[in-house]
């Protein structure tokens, strides 16, 4: 028998790896600034290998304002890959 809590723990993980979120609100904003900001898939996921949270502090961009939860609308600037809030 699995305890309940593995099931959750295995659950986390796999939502974790298909970079929806890592249950931080930080992942989600780097999420967020790198769908806003990437024009195509490569540079979608280069984006959220090499963005740290803190990186989105110093974005004067709409990205930057996207993944900080200034901005809740994706604007014209926006890649194919911004999900409106």
Not at 8 to 36: E, Q
Request: aromatic residues 6%.
């Amino acid at each position: 028998m699995i305890p309940a809590g593995a099931l959750s723990c295995v659950g986390s993980a796999l939502v974790c790896m298909a970079h929806v979120t890592c249950g931080s609100h930080d992942r989600l904003s780097v999420h967020d600034y790198c769908g806003y900001a990437a024009a195509g898939k490569a540079q979608l996921e280069r984006c959220l290998d090499r963005t740290a949270p803190n990186d989105l502090k110093g974005f004067d961009t709409n990205a930057g304002r996207f993944g900080r939860g200034e901005l809740e609308e994706c604007l014209a600037d926006a890649g194919p890959f911004c999900k409106e809030r």
